[in-house]
């Protein structure tokens, strides 16, 4: 028999990850770092 | 009244051992990084033709491609890294981000070295472990109710090794600063912070339960595909396609610093896995230590230097052995133990994994009834293909004529090779590479 799974709906994950400040501090970084890489070029 | 073992009692007590022998594996992951990562510096130092800068780094990255997809492949079949992606798709996203970050970050220490060079930027860059930590606290629970003792051990312990990089950076340094000093300082405290950001993508995965092995395969994709557009977009296609095809007698040195690289960085997500990236990062930041072994020892490269160089070079070892020291002995107990927890909580109920596969994988286990998936037919081919791939550059390759001991570059292969075995058998024991 298959365990009954009580957990909530499964929600489509990009907008979790669009939200989430940890995602965005990596890519601000990353912007940064290739806008800098362009200046000293 | 002394109490009968039972099976319960005994299983009771491995439980309550196991965060301790996680933290522990952890640690010793963390040397072995800082070996094998020291030890990827050795093949390039075979390179002294006028190779661009950018074309050895993407020449060492498309090594770090075959290794990461070959190495996973013949430790735990595609078929893993498939069922790690299926219940933590976003992660993907993640570990792309932070190759991108991997890649720019590197391209900077290139224009940091050629504008400053090494010893002021290697100091400046080695900063990412005091960022580490600081992403650590603020996004990951670490270090939260750690006591002043563990505190003093890892911040101060990385500040040590802050210090004993400049001196080593001092010693290892043939170049004087060049007219664009600004300029230099600039990319290194960029590479510095890139570097240090990256580990916040590494550690997210962790806390989701994902494979370090499964990681690894989609951030090559990251680090690849932006090595790629910024050599084009930095040197055109005619001139990467001349600069490549012109560095064939190198190329298989390149990308076998990019493969050992790659073990190395298996070993340092281990260790962002099992004891945080703010005790991980310096931990592998004392790869430096042993690229300076292989550079003094092995190429004799302070042949001819006066006593003050020998000093700093003593000092400056001293000085990260004493740091890494302080943070091997200030793992993380039982209340910040709980703030982790608490951390991966948050991940598994934003992104809906199961808990309980969580916090299986945080422990370094399976889940009840969980069945690894076998190796394919693929598994083998990717793991035939690269070591193809490797073969014929090698067939390619020249051993340059230069200066070279072999008797302590056999000890340090040795050294190297044994913390290897006892670091994945210790893996493999204790969490059968989960």
């Keep these: 028999m298959q365990p009954i799974d009580n957990r909530e709906p ?32 | ?47 002294s033709v006028g190779v661009s800068p950018i074309v050895i780094s993407l020449i060492m990255v498309t090594g770090v491609f075959l290794a990461r997809w070959s190495l996973p492949a013949l430790i735990l079949g595609t078929s893993s890294v498939r069922a790690d992606l ?11 981000l932070a190759g991108c970050l991997w890649a720019v970050a590197n391209t900077m220490t290139i224009f940091a070295i050629r504008d400053i060079g090494l010893s002021i930027a290697f100091p400046l860059w080695n900063s990412n472990s005091l960022l580490g930590i600081l992403w650590g606290f603020v996004f990951f629970n670490e270090l939260r109710q750690a006591g002043w003792r563990r505190w003093t051990g890892v911040l101060g312990g990385a500040l040590i090794m802050c210090v004993g990089a400049a001196l080593l950076a001092i010693a290892s340094s043939t170049q004087a600063p060049a007219a664009h000093s600004m300029r230099g300082v600039w990319a290194a405290l960029g590479a510095g912070i890139l570097w240090g950001t ?66 190395g960085d298996v070993f340092q997500q281990y260790a962002a896995k099992y004891v945080g990236i703010s005790r991980g990062i310096p931990l592998s930041n004392s790869n430096q230590l042993w690229g300076l072994l292989w550079g003094i020892f092995v190429f004799g490269e302070l042949h001819g230097s006066g006593t003050s160089t020998y000093m700093q070079v003593v ?5 990260m052995m004493l740091g890494v020291g ?48 076998p190796r ?23 051993a340059p004529r230069m200066f070279f001991h072999w008797g302590p570059a056999l000890l340090l292969i040795t050294a ?19």
Aim: hydrophobic share 50%.
């Design chain 2, 315 to 319: 000092g400056g070892s001293l000085l």
């Design chain 2, 198 to 263: 990256m580990y916040i993508p590494y550690r997210k995965a962790y806390l989701s339960g994902m494979n370090p092995l499964s990681f690894v395969t989609f951030f090559t994709f990251g680090e690849l595909g932006m090595m790629a557009a910024l050599a084009i977009g930095y040197l055109g296609m005619s001139r990467l396609w001349h600069e490549l095809t012109s560095a064939r007698d190198v190329l298989f040195w390149l990308m076998l610093g990019g493969f050992i690289w790659v073990i």
């Design chain 2, 1 to 47: 009244m002394q109490s009968v073992p039972t099976p319960e009692n005994k299983t009771a007590a491995e439980t309550l051992l196991r965060p301790r022998k996680l933290q522990v594996l952890g640690i010793l992951c963390g040397f072995t990084a800082g070996a094998w990562l020291g030890a990827a510096e050795a093949p390039t130092k075979l390179v």
């Design chain 2, 86 to 96: 299926r219940r933590a798709p976003h992660l993907i996203i993640w570990a792309l």
């Design chain 2, 376 to 398: 394919t037919m693929w598994d083998w081919l990717l793991v035939a293909a690269a070591t193809g791939i490797f073969v014929y550059f090698g067939t390619l390759a020249r």
């Design chain 2, 416 to 434: 190297t090779v044994a913390l290897l075995l006892v670091c994945g058998l210790t893996l493999w024991r204790t969490t059968r590479f989960n």
């Design chain 2, 326 to 373: 302080a943070i091997a002995f200030s793992s993380a107990a039982g209340k910040e133990q709980a703030h982790w927890k608490q951390a991966s909580l948050r991940e598994s109920q934003r992104y809906n994994i199961a808990e309980d596969y969580v916090a299986a994988r945080m422990q370094g286990m399976q889940t009840a009834g969980e069945v690894r998936p």
């Design chain 1, 10 to 41: 499964r929600r489509h994950w990009l907008p979790s990850v669009l939200t989430d400040i940890h995602f965005w501090v990596p890519v601000v970084v990353l912007i940064g770092g290739l806008l800098l890489l362009e200046l000293i070029h």
